[in-house]
């Protein structure tokens, strides 16, 4: 894992998180390549997912924020929802929640589609995202709320106490770059 920001150190000492954030976190920092040349290491999650991802997933060009929640989530021993590489499909996996809390899944709108990814904190504007394909690589990104479409919690036999808001100082630009 590539070092987080000072600003989210605190997520590297915190122990009991939940699994998709700590599978989401030994992948932070992998980056799509430039140019026509495919990062292995996205191509092995469709190659790992298998089926109909491993089928339709060819090129890191490719959205592939969809691709790494669903990596996250095999690995966290949790299902996907039917079609995984498109981010919208994960507005209805899990379990509706009225406002996302550590660990949940949060999609977004955006042109020409969706996006998704990790709920790690929030501030007065803003979402603070773990996610995919976020300026082409794995990274945490702060996202308008006006654009948070659904926010679903994983189903968990025994929820992590961490499950919990965190509220962070308002700093740095919204995200735009997240295909």
Known sequence: MAKLPTNYAWLERMTGRPRMIDEALKLYGTREFAGPANNPVIMSWAAELGGDVARDYRADSIPWCGLGMAIC???AGKDLPASPLW???WAKWGVAVPAPMLGDVV???RDGG???GLYVAEDSTALHVLGFNQGDQVSIVRMARTRL???R???YQSQPKTVLPYRLAA???F???EA
């Open 114 to 116: 969706g996006h998704v």
């Open 153 to 155: 919690r994983p189903v």
């Open 87 to 89: 981010a919208l499909s």
């Open 73 to 75: 989530a095999k690995r």
């Open 171 to 173: 700093a740095g630009q």
């Open 107 to 109: 999609t977004f709108r």
């Open 149 to 151: 479409y659904a926010a």
């Open 175 to 177: 995200s735009t770059n």
